[in-house]
């Protein structure tokens, strides 16, 4: 496949994975409502949204994947430590402004809702937790998701974070093992690292169990690894079916989601994860509608926006809620499911503002100071200590010189 540095129909598809997560928080609270008043919309969009928390390991996969397809070959060819750096370096521009100001924004809201209505924020309001957050380490020792960020969905930014500076060793790792292994060879070894989180979400019938996050990450990042490098080969039978294997891999992905509906085992929805690989394969390659659909000009801004809409969306919807439960606006609770809708469009319309006016200028500002954040090792090992710091070496002195040295100190 020819290499380019975006394949539009995978930057689309962020946009599905994030409305999908949106809507997962939206259900969560409103789907026995929902239930209730529409028996029949619930049965359609249900089974669907009620799994929306997968959204979150489509976009595991999908950096994976996005990261090999762009950085594999300069980081695993030739290796080096300014390499790496200048990776992470691009990788912090990428995502850390925006996070920030999604990580203050929700701490201001959390400390807004306690001074109105006396909620306890779900993570403690201290320079510890804060600092922990500006490093973007606040999920790497916690045994489970919630109450790790005052942002609720920054958890998966602190573990890809983590995933981001593990990814020139594995880069390297990949890009060897491609030299020796064919497209198929990779696409089955792709299937084989998720198989210990499908096993563990079908054994412990969740996808909640404590550090479980850790699993999730790794297995999902590398299979999106693996399947970026095997697309680096010629696979033309792949060009060929890419046409039908999307759209197959999304109507089998939904009718797999409707049977757990159906039967009452949500457990079983997680498992539609050994679909994505499909749908990530099948959306790299060819041609077709569900293609230019998620390839489109809105999609592929949608697609930008993506990121910011998944920081912001939970502190509004929680203000919201709050709001709703103190009598502070004219809306029944009855209504709260539109309510929240509409939060969802504010969300949306926030996200683009964000995108448009603080993460893309602060990305470009910090991708301009790159080069010189790479020539930052270099610079450190052409550091020359001053005369009086040098360590001078002294040849060993022999047993001869000793016994001398010995015998005049005595006399």
């Not at 489109?296 to 998944?310: D, E, I, Q």
Request: charged share 15%; aromatic share 10%.
């Amino acid at each position: 496949m020819a290499k380019s540095a975006v394949i539009a129909p995978l930057t689309g598809v962020r946009l599905v994975a994030a409305v999908w997560v949106v809507l997962f928080h939206i259900y969560l609270y409103n789907g026995d409502d929902l239930s209730a008043r529409h028996p029949a919309v619930d049965a359609v969009v249900g089974p669907i949204v009620s799994q929306g928390d997968l959204g979150v390991d489509l976009f595991f996969l999908l950096s994976g994947f996005v990261l090999a397809h762009n950085y594999l070959e300069r980081l695993g060819e030739g290796p080096s430590l300014s390499g790496a750096v200048s990776f992470l370096w691009l990788r912090v521009a990428r995502v850390w402004p925006l996070y920030m100001v999604a990580i203050v924004g929700g701490g201001l809201l959390l400390s807004l809702r306690f001074w109105l209505w006396g909620s306890q924020p779900n993570v403690p309001l201290t320079v510890p937790h804060f600092v922990a957050q500006v490093f973007m380490v606040q999920q790497w020792g916690a045994a489970n998701v919630p109450n790790t960020s005052w942002t609720g969905p920054a958890w998966s930014i602190s573990a890809e974070w983590l995933a981001y500076l593990c990814f020139p060793v594995l880069a390297i790792a990949v890009w060897r093992l491609r030299r020796y292994a064919g497209p198929r060879t990779l696409v089955a070894l792709g299937g084989m690292v998720l198989l210990p989180t499908l096993v563990w979400t079908a054994v412990a019938q969740t996808q909640a169990a404590p550090y479980m996050w850790l699993v999730r990450l790794a297995s999902e990042f590398t299979c999106g690894a693996l399947l970026s490098a095997a697309t680096r080969h010629e696979l033309p039978r792949l060009t060929r079916a890419s046409g039908w294997l999307a759209p197959a891999a999304i109507a089998l992905g939904a009718a797999w989601l409707y049977v757990a509906g159906l039967t009452g085992r949500s457990w079983l929805g997680p498992l539609v994860l050994a679909v994505f690989p499909i749908l990530l394969l099948g959306l790299a390659h060819g041609d077709s509608p569900v293609h230019r659909w998620l390839g489109s000009r809105p999609m592929v801004l949608g697609g930008g926006v993506s990121f910011a809409l998944y920081l912001v969306h939970v502190p509004l919807l929680k203000l919201f809620r709050d709001a709703l439960d103190h009598d502070a606006l004219p809306i029944s609770p009855r209504n709260q499911l539109y309510g929240e809708l509409a939060i969802a469009a504010l969300s949306l319309l926030i996200a683009w503002a964000l995108f448009r006016h603080v993460e893309e200028p602060a990305r470009h500002r910090l991708r301009a100071v790159g080069p010189r954040v790479a020539e930052l090792p270099a610079a450190v090992r052409r550091i020359r200590l001053p005369e009086s710091s040098r360590i001078v070496r002294v040849a060993p002195a022999t047993e001869h010189v000793v016994q001398q040295q010995a015998v005049r100190s005595i006399c």
